[in-house]
T-cell receptor, first 114, second 113 residues
């Protein structure tokens, strides 16, 4: 079945460092891809999305490009802040029936130190 | 913020007891979902609903049932709770299907002793 694999965490960076969180997927169809973020004690919220190959999603300085040839959707940010400390989830919507079901990766914890 | 609430927010219960978690939305969204979050597993779909009285199973549905008698409410029931169901449960809603984001509730932390 479809699946999402994220890099193991936790990732610890200093403020203003460059961030990459790797995400690869396996899907039989043409999924939509998402990054969600979870701040401590909260539910998940959408960070960015891409619905077809070569699309780039971006939000709050974060970017990810839908790469069909490498089945990847890596999350990047040029300069992280302490406030970016959170758990990041890559997800796909595998869905030919349009129910919007999501398959999540295991999550990557990011800690940014001042 | 999307109008989505979960109750209770925390619950401790004994093995073998029934438990019902409630998700309530004020957005009139068609789709509702129940996930559980466990370390090392991310979020896994338990059940989802695509309309009133229309529900279907997700990846980890064993031991869980759901009901949706009104657009705004989606109930998750553990008929006889087990320790393996200790988890954080999230409800999510979506207005449409594949291309639309899901909005998540604040979560319910359930401990089964």
């Amino acid at each position: 079945g479809d699946s999402v694999t994220q890099m193991e965490g936790p990732v610890t960076l200093s403020e203003e460092a460059f961030l990459t969180i790797n995400c690869t997927y396996t899907a039989t169809g043409y999924p939509s891809l998402f990054w969600y973020v979870q701040y401590p004690g909260e539910g998940l919220q959408l960070l960015l999305k891409a619905t077809k190959a070569d699309d780039k999603g971006s939000n709050k300085g974060f970017e990810a490009t839908y790469r069909k040839e490498t089945t990847s959707f890596h999350l990047e940010k040029g300069s992280v802040q302490v406030s970016d400390s959170a758990v990041y989830f890559c997800a796909l919507s595998e869905d030919s029936s349009n129910t919007g079901k999501l398959i999540f990766g295991q999550g990557t914890t990011l800690q940014v130190k001042p | 913020d999307a109008g989505i609430t979960q109750s209770p927010r925390h619950k401790v219960t004994e093995t073998g007891t029934p438990v019902t978690l409630r998700c309530h939305q004020t957005e009139n969204h068609r789709y509702m979902y129940w996930y559980r979050q466990d370390p090392g597993h991310g979020l896994r779909l338990i059940h989802y609903s695509y309309g009133v009285k229309d529900t279907d199973k997700g990846e980890v549905s064993d031991g869980y049932s759901v009901s949706r008698s009104k657009t705004e409410d989606f109930l998750l029931t553990l008929e006889s709770a087990t320790s393996s169901q200790t988890s954080v449960y999230f409800c999510a809603i979506s207005g449409q299907g594949t291309y639309n984001e899901q909005f998540f509730g604040p979560g319910t932390r359930l401990t089964v002793l």
